[in-house]
DNA sequence: TAGATGCATCCGCTTTGACGAATGCCGGAC
DNA sequence: GTCCGGCATTCGTCAAAGCGGATGCATCTA
């Protein structure tokens, strides 16, 4: 069934790059799925796509999502402490900027991955269908 | 912290190679961070990790991580419906394995993340620090 | 000084979703 | 044929976490 998808299944590489990485942590495990997590919400990952653009203030990321400024604040944070996104002080105002360009690289091969499985991604009930 | 790739993300690369994968979808929000959810889970991840290092039946899996068989047949089911994974029949049998390897890629992209941002990340009280 | 603005934190409320256990379905063994 | 074993699905329970609104603090302006 999950075969769906004509144009993904490239079995070349094997997992030769990967094993060496997981053995180790039992531990990691659930900080990697923390990490996840914080982008497994519609308006953090939105907030961080808009964040991928240019750096922008709190209120400014209010505007975009169209949430509580309270609300805002804490996905905000919530970005910051996973490495997301770094904040910056000035005046009154905080500003949050991306400053891993490898963020936007997970943001991109994620997407092409979900992209490839559309379909079978939107069917899937076991998650919800928020949005 | 984090000073994995040396130059500073982003003035000079805006977001080239970024927003005009960003700027079309209001949807696909919805359904990225669906698929960013279902590494989310601590089990979830840890059955893909298994799987990441060869085929599996669900009976194996359930051995490997401890949980009731009916649990970790809608967390495989799951994985499958991202296209994580792919189930393939033999008998009685079903056996789940990785069919693309951009999989691998996201994880070992997302660990690496995470692992420069472990302090932080671990000291979030903003996403539960569920094991 | 006082007043206004931007941001972070706290408080109930509500929904999401992970869990074990029970049940149903199918394929192989006898 | 009947029985057994592996997997998928369903149900009831409960913690996790998103939400708006209220509050507190710091900073800029008049």
Not at 7 to 33: C, F, I, K, N, Y
Not at 39 to 59: I, K, N, Q, Y
């Amino acid at each position: 069934m999950a075969g769906s998808s004509g144009t993904t299944a490239r079995p070349d590489t094997p997992t030769a790059a990967v094993s060496p990485l997981l053995g180790e942590g039992g531990e990691q495990v659930g900080m990697v799925a923390k990490f996840f997590r914080a982008l497994g919400d519609p308006t953090r990952l939105r907030l961080l796509e808009f964040l991928l653009a240019g750096e922008h203030t709190v209120s400014e990321c209010v505007t975009h999502v169209g949430l509580s400024q309270g609300r805002v604040s804490v996905h905000l944070a919530c970005l910051a402490d996973c490495g997301y996104v770094a904040a910056r002080r000035d005046g009154r105002y905080t500003h949050y900027r991306v400053v891993d360009p490898r963020v936007a690289d997970l943001v991109v091969l994620a997407r092409s991955l979900a992209a490839d499985n559309c379909v079978a991604l939107a069917a899937c009930e076991r998650i919800t269908p928020r949005t």
